[in-house]
């Protein structure tokens, strides 16, 4: 591998199967593992990674997820194709979800997953259209 | 604490990981919302819950918890006992309700 070139790790995250969702991040972990980043960082990019992976198949029906490793950045875009998010600033507070009971009875739906990804990242955005689906960016600095 | 010794004190059965008892665990956390365990937890290493499916194992691995306890005689999927394995995470389960499990470890001195 050349010096600079940038590493990206591509995963599809099944809609269709809360069983199997996370599926992803736990490979994103060992990966982070084997490549030798801090347990710090590997814990915070796996569990912001983690609560986008799940939203996407709680609320998105699934998408996409990608990892894309530089010298000095790691970045993670997580993309569907879902209904959207129509107010993106109310979606962002702690406590705010519209999760049906039956995914409270799986453990989530505390409103807890959009606030916690930005606390763990350096940075977040997140580019949201209803009816067309939203894309969320995480950038962590690799010191 | 010894993971071994939570396994006495919660008399309870290890369904995976058994070669991991000696590891040590200072806190634990007891919780049915993956949501709050992802948001609220520090550096507890053992989890106690009510809930079975998956996404308990996934939870913890992603929070390097190493262990955790399905209280009420709740016994997790042979499905979630071989993602256990594979990342190395101990399983075991209790008959004792989520109450007096937390109770015990805490009288115990875990976490305190
Ligand atoms: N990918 C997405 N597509 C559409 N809506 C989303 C998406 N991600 C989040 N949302 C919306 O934003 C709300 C807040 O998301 P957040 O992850 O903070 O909480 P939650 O998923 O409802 O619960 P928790 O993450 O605590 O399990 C969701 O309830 C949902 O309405
Ligand atoms: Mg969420």
Do not use: W
């Amino acid at each position: 591998m050349a010096e600079n070139e940038t590493l990206n790790f591509h995963f599809d995250v099944d809609g269709n199967d809360f069983t199997s969702a996370g599926e992803a991040s736990v490979k994103v972990k060992k990966l982070m593992r084997q490549l030798g980043f801090s347990p710090e960082l590997t814990r915070r990019v796996s569990i912001a990674m983690y609560e986008g992976e799940i939203n996407m198949v709680i609320h998105a029906n699934g998408g996409t997820a990608d990892v894309y490793v530089d010298e000095d950045c790691l970045r993670v875009v997580l993309a569907d194709e879902g209904p959207g998010i129509a107010d993106v600033e109310t979606a962002m507070q702690e406590g705010y979800s519209t999760a049906p009971d039956n995914i409270r009875a799986l453990g989530f739906g505390a409103g807890m997953g959009l606030p916690n990804m930005k606390n763990y990242s350096d940075e977040m955005s997140i580019d949201s259209v209803v009816g067309k689906g939203t894309t969320i960016e995480l950038k962590f600095k690799v010191s | 604490m010894e993971l071994s010794q939570v396994a006495e004190i919660l008399e309870a059965k290890v369904l995976t990981g058994s070669e991991h008892l000696d590891k040590e665990a200072h806190s634990a956390c007891g919780s049915d919302m993956m949501s709050d365990v992802l948001a609220f937890v520090k550096d507890q290493g053992i989890l106690l819950t009510g809930l079975v499916n998956s996404q308990v194992i996934r939870t913890t691995l992603m929070m390097d918890m190493g262990c955790v306890v399905f209280v009420r005689g709740k016994t997790p999927t042979e499905e979630m006992i071989e993602l256990a394995e594979n990342i190395g995470t101990v399983l075991m389960t209790t008959q004792l309700t989520m109450y007096e499990s937390c109770g015990r470890l805490y009288l115990a001195g875990l976490g305190r």
